[in-house]
């Protein structure tokens, strides 16, 4: 869980720096703190728990803030999506940002396919309002990130991306 919450901490950076909204790149980049702040905190738990054993308190303590964790990356995942939706600055040479912002593409890609099909097959109530019912659902980063298989490498270790993988399928 803490590695996985450092991996969403560096996509969020990294959107946070391409980003061209201020507003946003400054949200994200709270977020991302944010979700560090967890992520260690999260570590330092886990490693007392190992050592002090079984505990009733312990274990919801762990638990707390395993919640905050997934409640944090889900924050950044969010933001993550204005980001994309807002725009981002150009090409780097660094190749986990190209990764990151390829990603981010893809998604929004979906993202307008899935709207645009929304827009010619919508059904119409009696006053002319879209009717949700039956509807499918928007692609999220969320779900993005939930359909990519976990993986034994993290981004430390591979710098550079393989085509056909993004930062976040990069799990340990």
Not at 82 to 87: L, Q
């Amino acid at each position: 869980m803490v590695s996985n919450g450092q991996v969403v901490v560096k996509f969020g950076n990294i959107l946070a720096k391409r980003c061209l909204d201020e507003r946003c790149s400054t949200e994200l980049l709270h977020a991302a703190e944010h979700t560090q702040s967890i992520s260690s905190q999260l570590s330092i738990v886990a490693r007392v728990k190992a050592v002090t054993g079984e505990s009733k308190a312990s274990s919801e303590l762990l638990l707390s803030n395993v919640q905050n964790l997934i409640q944090a990356v889900q924050h950044v995942l969010r933001v993550a999506e204005v980001a994309c939706i807002k725009g981002l600055g150009q090409s780097s040479a660094d190749p986990e940002e190209e990764e990151v912002a390829a990603f981010c593409q893809q998604w929004r890609k979906n993202l307008t396919q899935h709207r645009a099909k929304e827009a010619l097959n919508s059904d119409r109530d009696e006053l002319g309002l879209r009717k949700t019912r039956g509807a499918k659902a928007e692609p999220t980063l969320m779900f993005l990130v939930q359909e990519q298989p976990p993986r034994s490498r993290s981004i430390a270790k591979h710098p550079s991306p393989r085509k056909g993988h993004t930062v976040m399928d990069r799990h340990s």
